[in-house]
Nanobody, 121 residues
Framework: QVQLVESGGGLVQAGGSLRLSCTAS????????MGWYRQAPGKQRELVAT???????DYAESVKGRFTISRDNAKNTVYLQMNSLTPEDTAVYYC???????????????WGQGTQVTVSP
């Protein structure tokens, strides 16, 4: 089993910045793609950004140019730098690891518990 723990959420004014972190644990050899998703009240969970083990990235159109995803493979950690935040970015942000190789085999589709990001006008 893979555990993902997010941190870095909070309350920020519009135009501000936050940096989210997510660390995976669980006797992990490697993780394929890691990503960030978010879910606002009354809305479906949506993709924010993903990053492959080799560093390839993909972003939602709504965050391109404002958010940057990065990772440290040695630490099994993924980051999300969020700049120029707007109230529309308010949501619970979830970390995801799509496929992890562990001592107990391959674990698919692991999620963190989520961290709240609130952007005030």
């Amino acid at each position: 089993q893979v555990q993902l723990v997010e941190s870095g959420g909070g309350l920020v004014q519009a135009g501000g910045s936050l940096r989210l972190s997510c660390t995976a644990s669980g006797s992990i050899f490697s993780i394929n793609t890691m990503g960030w998703y978010r879910q606002a009240p009354g809305k479906q969970r949506e993709l924010v950004a993903t990053i492959t083990r080799g560093g390839g990235t993909d972003y939602a159109e709504s965050v391109k140019g404002r958010f940057t995803i990065s990772r440290d493979n040695a630490k099994n950690t993924v980051y999300l730098q969020m700049n120029s935040l707007t109230p529309e970015d308010t949501a619970v942000y979830y970390c995801n690891a799509d496929r992890a190789a562990t001592t107990r085999g391959t674990v698919i589709g692991s999620w963190g518990q989520g961290t709240q990001v609130t952007v005030s006008p």
